[in-house]
């Protein structure tokens, strides 16, 4: 039986209750740190803020229960989508970091450690910097909110390092509830010291077993992950087929399955740079106009189609921008432009006609250069939008 390969160095951010955190950026004025909070998914608590668990509220609870615990408990909608979008900002201040990130489920990333280990000073460094980053994240979504309550309410972020995202994302669990990063040393003895007083449970939250597993491990005396570890692999692989290798690996920490990182999406955009201010706006539409022609190009030779376009200028020395999506007709095509650059020239989101965008272009002037900024694209096979991110010009 081959043994298995060293399992890579991994970092996990993870945030305990990441769907209060949300909810109360998102809706500050409807809850509030201090407020005891529980998340209901299927009618059970799937999470609670300190507050409420001071209460007596745990998570399985039904509604009924919860209350009963806690009287004055809020109870605040489960809404997945909600959750994505306020991570992102978190996802995108650790990627100017780490361009590959693997995430799990709102609240939760794992990413590898060799590089920026490396580049920030070593595992201990890098926790403390991941902390600092994700902080930053939140912070972006609303200045004005105390963040160190706003994350308390959530339970905190805790860092972990460790070999394996198995190791990684229980040190993370335990940094979160003890307020500091927790790493651990690496080497396959350090890691299996570390998760073999962990009970047999953890396995359904971090490795996806089913219940029914965990279950029979528990009647057969297997309650930790040390009694798994303690057993050859032989054995287990004759009493539960291949599951047990599987079994054997997580719970002596040698799973080396990698981080499923995927390259962040192509960053495109294409600027045309103006030797002389713009006055005209019949000047605007046509360079706008070659510009998506170039990028026509661009996506038409992988088989994609530009369907919304950002548009970036200086105008009279201030920086403005406007957005629109592109029609396929050459002429409905030559209106947008002329209503989304009028726009532009008006600093107004209204339509904008061909007059009033001219008489403005005589008091306004283009100066520096005219940005386009792919915004979403379909491929082929694509069953909804890429969004594209800008950051390089177009080759």
Excluded at 360 to 369: T, V, Y
Aim: hydrophobic share 40%; net charge positive.
């Amino acid at each position: 039986m081959s043994s298995p390969q060293q399992p890579p160095r991994c970092a996990v951010l993870h945030s305990p209750a990441w769907p209060l955190i949300a909810a109360i950026v998102h809706n500050p004025q409807t809850y509030a740190p201090s407020q005891p909070l529980a998340v209901f998914d299927a009618q059970r608590v799937s999470c609670c803020s300190p507050a409420a668990w001071g209460e007596g509220v745990r998570l399985g609870q039904r509604l009924r229960q919860a209350q009963g615990a806690c009287p004055h408990l809020v109870v605040v909608p489960h809404d997945p989508e909600r959750d994505v979008r306020l991570f992102e900002p978190v996802v995108r201040s650790v990627g100017t970091l780490v361009p590959l990130i693997d995430v799990a489920t709102p609240g939760s990333l794992l990413l590898a450690t060799r590089g920026p280990s490396r580049y920030v000073g070593g595992d201990d460094a890098l926790a403390i910097r991941l902390i600092a980053l994700a902080t930053m994240g939140v912070n972006a979504l609303s200045e004005s909110l105390d963040i160190e309550a706003v994350l308390s309410a959530g339970g905190g972020m805790g860092v972990g390092i460790a070999d394996g995202r198995i190791a990684a994302t229980l040190a993370a669990r335990s940094a979160a509830h003890r307020g500091t990063p927790i790493v651990v040393p690496g080497g396959a003895l350090a890691t299996a010291e570390f998760l073999a007083p962990y009970s047999v449970k953890v396995l359904v939250s971090v490795a996806g077993c089913p219940p029914q597993l965990i279950d029979l491990l528990e009647r057969l005396g297997l309650r930790q992950l040390g009694d798994i570890a303690a057993l050859s692999p032989t054995h287990l692989v004759d009493r539960f087929g291949s599951i047990g290798l599987v079994l054997h690996r997580l719970a002596s920490g040698t799973d080396d399955t990698p981080p499923a990182t995927v390259p962040p999406p192509a960053d495109l955009s294409i600027t045309r740079v103006f030797d002389d201010p713009i006055l005209q706006l019949d000047m605007l539409v046509f360079a706008a106009k070659s510009l998506t022609d170039e990028l026509g190009t661009y996506f038409h030779e992988r088989g994609q189609i530009c369907t919304r376009m950002r548009i970036e200028a200086t105008v009279n020395t201030a920086r403005h921008h406007t957005e629109s999506g592109i029609a396929r007709k050459a002429c409905t095509r030559q209106r947008c432009w002329i209503e989304c650059v009028g726009n532009l020239m008006v600093g107004s989101t209204a339509p904008t006609h061909h007059r009033q965008a001219s008489r403005c272009c005589a008091s306004r002037q283009l100066r520096s250069g005219l940005t386009l900024v792919p915004k979403k694209a379909f491929g082929e096979g694509d069953r909804k939008p890429m969004k594209l991110r800008r950051g390089r010009s177009l080759a």
